[in-house]
């Protein structure tokens, strides 16, 4: 079956720092990527949807310019946190299909922990 | 805006019995999705099963079933014979197109052996 995967599981950095991760689908081509984030026993909430070689749409109270999103191909999105504080410490998701009408896969997620 | 509701925080089953988790969702639309995901300790999203609202027939998949009443904007999770493994976080989920998702609050599920 279809397979997202996210790289990396955990990161730690220290305040201030960017952080990257990427988001891939190994065996099928994605136009729409979702990044969703997650806190302690709380739900998921859609952060933006990332399309390829097209802009982000952004969820309204999502700062655009703290979490870049680039989606540079069929396979690829990436999520950067910049100048990460420790309330950006979370857990982050991302979910690919390959067309609207199938399945939606969801990567294993990284846990991001700022000091 | 569609919103997506889950009363119940926590459920707990004997194992091998029956067990109905709730979810409630509010739309204006008469097309879209609804799912139910489980969230084991992994973290990983896992698809337990899929409704889409233009199909009467409640969808089933395995010990898995729904009970989809539209116009009540319900769509609840019976799982049967539950197993140790069914324990988990459970998320139920609406869509306008299958693919951007919002989910409810999600229910803990604790299986008794």
């Known amino acids: 079956g279809a397979v997202v995967s996210q790289h990396p599981s955990r990161v730690i950095c220290k305040s201030g720092t960017s952080v990257k991760i990427e988001c891939r689908s190994l065996?099928?081509?994605?136009?729409?990527m979702f990044w969703y984030r997650q806190f302690p026993k709380q739900s998921l909430m859609l952060m933006a949807t990332?399309?390829?070689?097209?802009?982000?749409?952004?969820e309204q109270g999502v700062e655009k310019d703290k979490f870049l999103i680039n989606h540079a191909s069929l396979t690829l999105s990436t999520l950067t946190v910049t100048s990460a504080h420790p309330e950006d410490s979370s857990f982050y998701i991302c979910s690919a299909s390959r067309s609207f009408n199938e399945k939606l896969f969801f990567g294993s997620g990284t846990q991001l922990s700022v000091l | 805006a569609q919103t997506v509701t889950q009363s119940q925080p926590e459920m707990s089953v004997q194992e091998a019995e029956t067990v109905t988790l709730s979810c409630t969702y509010d739309?204006?639309?008469?097309?879209?999705?609804l799912f139910w995901y489980k969230q084991p300790p992994s973290r990983q999203m896992i698809l337990v099963i899929r409704?889409?609202?233009?199909?009467?027939q409640n969808a089933t998949e395995n010990r898995f079933s729904v009970n989809f009443q539209k116009a009540a904007k319900s769509f609840s999770l019976k799982i049967s014979d539950s197993q140790l493994g069914d324990a988990a976080m459970y998320f139920c989920?609406?869509?306008?197109?299958?693919?951007?998702?919002?989910f409810g609050a999600g229910t803990r599920l604790t299986v008794k052996p």
């Open positions: 739309t204006s639309e008469s097309d879209y999705y």
């Open positions: 990332s399309n390829e070689g097209s802009k982000a749409t952004y």
């Open positions: 989920a609406y869509s306008l197109d299958n693919n951007d998702m919002r």
């Open positions: 065996d099928f081509q994605a136009t729409t």
């Open positions: 409704q889409e609202a233009y199909k009467q």
